[in-house]
């Protein structure tokens, strides 16, 4: 099984700054199979990010996926207030796993 | 729009048995597979099942295979997830989910381009 690892746990930022989210996997991922989710508290998971980089329909283009391999990033340019929230990674390459989220959180 | 709505959860028993639902609309169910993600209290998400479009193939996870089955009904754009032998660690908001290799012929991709709202189950005595 794949494991991946998001860093940080917590990312403490102000509106208008920008975060920067890691995902690293314990073996290689091939970039057409991996995505990225936000999740609001109370509410469902929204996909922001799949094939390592396309935006999903409607996604800001503030968002942006990069990486390969084993290294996988989430930037958000300019944070938003409806930012804020939780982020997590998924491969779909072998088997399906996530990672275990990062929060982006108000300083 | 797409539209996912999942019903079904409850309390119940350790060992006992609960059927959750999923109401599609809005798009062309039977052109898609679906999937079922669950997340426990204050975790992360955990992928749990998908079946193809035409309900011949399905998967599971390890920790839910032999105990859980996914069907679908397609004139009633439903999807099901019959969960038996339910246990402790099963607590958790289960959503439904599209997989977006919809068109034509349909194939699975394995990430998720909707989302229900969940359906919260407890399993508790």
């Known amino acids: 099984e794949i494991v991946l690892t998001q860093s940080p746990g917590t990312l403490s930022l102000s509106p208008g700054e920008r975060a920067t989210l890691s995902c690293r996997a314990s073996?290689?991922?091939?970039?057409?199979?991996l995505a990225w989710y936000q999740q609001k508290p109370g509410q469902a998971p929204r996909l922001l990010i799949y094939g390592a980089s396309s935006r999903a329909t409607g996604i800001p283009d503030r968002f942006s996926g990069s990486g390969s391999g084993t290294d996988f990033t989430l930037i958000i340019t300019r944070l938003e207030p409806e930012d804020f929230a939780v982020y997590y990674c998924q491969q779909y390459g072998r088997s399906l796993t996530f990672g275990g989220g990062t929060k982006v959180e108000i300083k | 729009q797409v539209q996912l709505v999942e019903s079904g959860g409850g309390v119940v028993q350790p060992g006992k048995s609960l059927r959750l639902s999923c109401a599609a609309s809005?798009?062309?169910?039977?052109?898609?597979?679906m999937h079922w993600v669950r997340q426990a209290p204050g975790k992360g998400l955990e992928w749990v099942a998908v079946?193809?479009?035409?309900?011949?193939?399905?998967n599971y996870a390890d920790s839910v295979k032999g105990r859980f089955t996914i069907s679908r009904d397609n004139s009633k754009n439903t999807l099901y997830l019959q969960m038996s032998s339910l246990r402790a660690e099963d607590t958790a908001i289960y959503y439904c989910?599209?997989?977006?290799?919809?068109?034509?012929?349909?194939?699975?991709?394995?990430?998720?381009?909707?989302w229900g709202q969940g359906t919260v189950v407890t399993v508790s005595s």
């Open positions: 989910a599209r997989d977006p290799g919809g068109g034509w012929p349909p194939i699975v991709l394995y990430y998720f381009d909707s």
């Open positions: 073996q290689s991922v091939s970039s057409t199979y």
């Open positions: 809005g798009f062309t169910f039977s052109a898609y597979g």
């Open positions: 079946i193809w479009y035409d309900g011949r193939n399905k």
